[in-house]
């Protein structure tokens, strides 16, 4: 109990620290959300050339609709992924990492808490794609769909928190570059289904795309738009989630103790 | 009692060790002022106590359960887009410590290192011995047993290195470890000041 209300603390005393940095940039804080009408308009317009009746196409989903999930969920992962190891990378520099190393709070414990700010900004990003796909499309709204996308949501960002972690430990390894955050971003789009179902991918190719934390999330974004929920699909996902979830969240402790190991040992921490 | 038996430190694509079968202890209540030349292994001897190094043999043993406070000499080490106050919140958090203890601190101390003056400010907006007193602050602000110091009274004004002289001699009294690189001579002639010297891989006593 003094574990998960110490844990809570640490989520909401990180949580703060980032907003008070990113208020700071107050120009950039108010547009950062100015994208979202841009992508969907560009997307609307894209979606008149692609055929709504191809085989690959979900039942009961139109271009648009898919594709607007796809990006909304990709944004998610994306972005939180991105802003830990920007976070990881900035603490580097400045040596503030020592700091927080002499502190009571674990390392393990301060990098898995640098997701949560990113993870309420996506979320409240992702509420607006959904919103407007809801007044585009006209769909009605139940509450049956957030106990979908609930559980959901929170196994992705576990998984995210776990991938997070992975990526700072190459941070800490190789110092510039941060090819891990990169290549995530890279897969993603390009085999996460985002902009295409993973059905149209070769067989070995789709067998990967189930390990990305964004192909589940998008294809909970887009059962939740179909005509017919299908649970069976939703169980088969939040399954899926929380293996991914499982295996990013151990990957990312056994590689960042042995990133910390090393670091400390070759007194390069904060070396940039 | 903080103990180094035959501890040997070399860095990455470097030649030499710096530190070799170094054996010394450390004991509270006194201040261990480290001196010596330039890239002797002053600020590396405080990083392997605070465990921000590892030794690559040997060992160190600290008392269990001690908390660290620790001075820097690096200038950056906060956040430059927070407050002072902000910043000493957020790593007496980490540190569970509270904010009424941080501002009793602030108040207790704010006439001789003058924390009204810049605790309002971003951190990058201050001048480097406002961002010496800010890690003053964060350490000293601290219930802690273990003081390394790095370069304390570096940026200092006066009436500052007086009141960090003061802060340092009531740590001794209260029983804490005080490790102190400076090559300054502020705790010349005390009877609780011990003066070593890092030189050649060893420590020599002064």
Known sequence: MKTIRRTLELWAVVLRKQFQIEFSYKTAFFLQNLSIPLTIVSWFFLSKLIDNNSPFMPDGLDYFTFVVAGVAALDLCVSVINYVAGRIREEQISGVLEEIKITQTSFIMYFSTLSAYPTVLSLIRLSIYMVIIFFMNQFQFNFEILMVVIPILALTILSLAGFSMVSASFILLIKKGDYVTKGYIMMSSLIGGIAYPIAVLPDFVQFFSNFLPVTQLADTLRNVFAENLSYELIIYDIYQQIILALIYMVLGVIILKYALNKTLAEGSLTDF | ?206
Not at chain 2, 103 to 122: C, G, M, P, Q, T
């Open chain 2, 1 to 206: 009692m903080i103990r180094f038996t035959n501890v040997s430190k070399r860095f990455k694509n470097q030649p030499n060790n710096i530190f070799e079968n170094l054996s010394f202890n450390f004991e509270p209540k006194l201040v261990y002022v480290l001196r010596g030349a330039n890239g002797s292994g002053k600020t590396t001897l405080i990083k392997l106590i605070s465990s921000l190094l590892k030794v690559n043999s040997g060992s160190i043993e600290v008392p269990e359960k001690c908390k660290i406070s620790y001075v820097s000499s690096n200038e950056r080490s906060f956040f430059g887009r927070m407050t002072g106050h902000q910043n000493l919140e957020f790593f007496s958090k980490l540190d569970n410590g509270s904010n009424k203890k941080l501002d009793e601190f602030i108040a207790e101390y704010n006439e001789a290192f003058r924390f009204n003056e810049f605790l309002n400010k971003k951190f990058i907006h201050m001048s480097s011995g406002q961002k010496k007193k800010m890690a003053i602050a964060r350490a000293f602000s601290k219930k802690s047993n273990i003081l390394l110091l790095d370069e304390p009274f570096n940026f200092l004004d006066e009436s500052s290195r007086q009141a960090l002289n003061m802060l340092i001699k009531n740590s001794v009294k209260s029983g804490k470890y005080v490790i102190l690189a400076t090559n300054n001579h502020e705790f010349h002639s005390h009877d609780f000041v011990r003066n070593i010297v890092i030189r050649r891989k060893k420590i020599e006593n002064n």
